[in-house]
């Protein structure tokens, strides 16, 4: 949403931002990235907190918020719980819910656990729907969204990617992305490897990890896993993975850290959605450690395969990607061209008049 709120800032349209703190170790130094304060912190995060109690404090809060002020329009973004709570409380309140990022869809309400429904049910929520693809805009015509009511875009985090590759690209590094240009070695291949998915949890994680240490016998490749905090992953990933030479466990990287380290891989593996969509801009493929994606523009186009938690599947086709530059060519990237928080706040601008 940090493109958007430079686009509205650009256009002279008066916005407020809310936060939630749903992530607030991931928050803030977005905020700082991006020079972003915001208007309400509502700090909601508490120790050990059950999806319905964050859903019900959410709900409160926000309540107090939007009785408070005048918004023409909340807009909400993606599939997190804090989306569609926050667009509920809108609409409770009967205020207008732009959604953007609208219309992905796996429709298997399990996977991924909770973002399935919350993108489902903030669809049904909200009355303007900014599609990132044509995929995800039919998803919502074929859910009867009225087609007045949805506009094609593409997808800001690419707007997002662009910002931060330009702020590298100018000289920006951040005390992290200095330790890794002095401990990586570059002259082998980097695979970034990232895993969070709920779905993922146990049996399937450790068929990860056999897959990793497998590919970490190659001497011509680095594999760098910043490890989620979460102990379920944690705990198996650094008693599975930890004492390899060719395998580096660090901790979360910030924003500019991961898109920095990310322009430097020649492979990714995970499980996130996010990083499907932005490793295409740095012709990086993608294998998908899920059963299934909401993002499957990526696999039409050859930018990334799902291989679930298959060690078989995983081994093989990363070897083909690291033997196979030409396998790792990407012509665009599906997901955007940088230019979606404008034409967001274009239709905006339409809309509140």
């Not at 910002?163 to 992290?176: Q, V």
């Not at 083909?320 to 060519?329: A, G, I, V, Y």
Request: charged letters at 20%; a neutral charge.
């Amino acid at each position: 949403m940090a493109p958007v709120c430079y686009a509205l800032k650009k256009e002279g349209l008066d916005f407020k931002v809310c936060v939630t703190a749903q992530h607030r170790e991931m928050l803030d130094q977005v905020l700082q990235f991006f020079d972003i304060i915001p208007d309400f912190d509502l700090n909601l995060m508490q120790t050990n907190q059950s999806l319905n109690q964050l859903s019900a404090r959410i709900i409160m809060a926000m309540d107090a918020v939007l009785k408070r002020e005048h918004f023409d329009m909340v807009l909400v973004h993606g599939d997190t719980t804090t989306s569609v709570m926050v667009a509920l409380s809108a609409f409770q309140n009967g205020i207008k819910v732009g959604h953007v990022e609208a219309g992905l869809r796996t429709y298997i309400k399990q996977a991924p656990f909770p973002e399935e429904m919350n993108r489902q049910l903030t669809g049904r929520l909200a009355d303007f729907h900014f599609a990132p693809t044509q995929r995800a805009q039919q998803n919502l015509l074929n859910e009867h969204i009225l087609p007045s009511q949805i506009y094609l875009v593409g997808n800001t985090i690419i707007d997002a990617l662009h910002i931060a590759k330009s702020k590298i690209d100018n000289g920006f590094l951040t005390p992290t992305i200095r330790v890794l240009k002095e401990k990586l070695d570059f002259k082998k291949k980097i695979i970034l490897v990232t895993g969070h998915r709920r779905e993922n949890f146990g049996s399937k994680f450790d068929h990860i990890c056999q897959a990793l240490l497998n590919l970490a016998q190659r001497d011509d490749v680095c594999l760098v896993f910043p490890v989620h905090l979460n102990p379920k992953v944690s705990n198996p990933a650094f008693a599975a993975l930890g004492d390899h030479p060719n395998i580096k466990l660090i901790e979360p990287l910030d924003y500019a850290s991961m898109v920095w380290l990310l322009n430097q891989a020649a492979l990714v593996i995970s499980d996130s959605g996010g990083i499907q969509e932005e490793a295409p801009t740095f012709n990086v493929p993608v294998l998908v450690t899920r059963e299934v994606t909401e993002r499957p523009e990526g696999l039409d186009t050859g930018c990334s395969i799902l291989v679930g938690s298959s060690v078989e599947k995983i081994i093989n086709y990363a070897n083909m990607f690291l033997d196979d530059t030409k396998k790792r060519t990407i012509l665009k990237n599906p997901y955007g061209d940088g230019t979606a928080s404008a034409q967001i706040v274009q239709r905006l601008k339409a809309l509140v008049k």
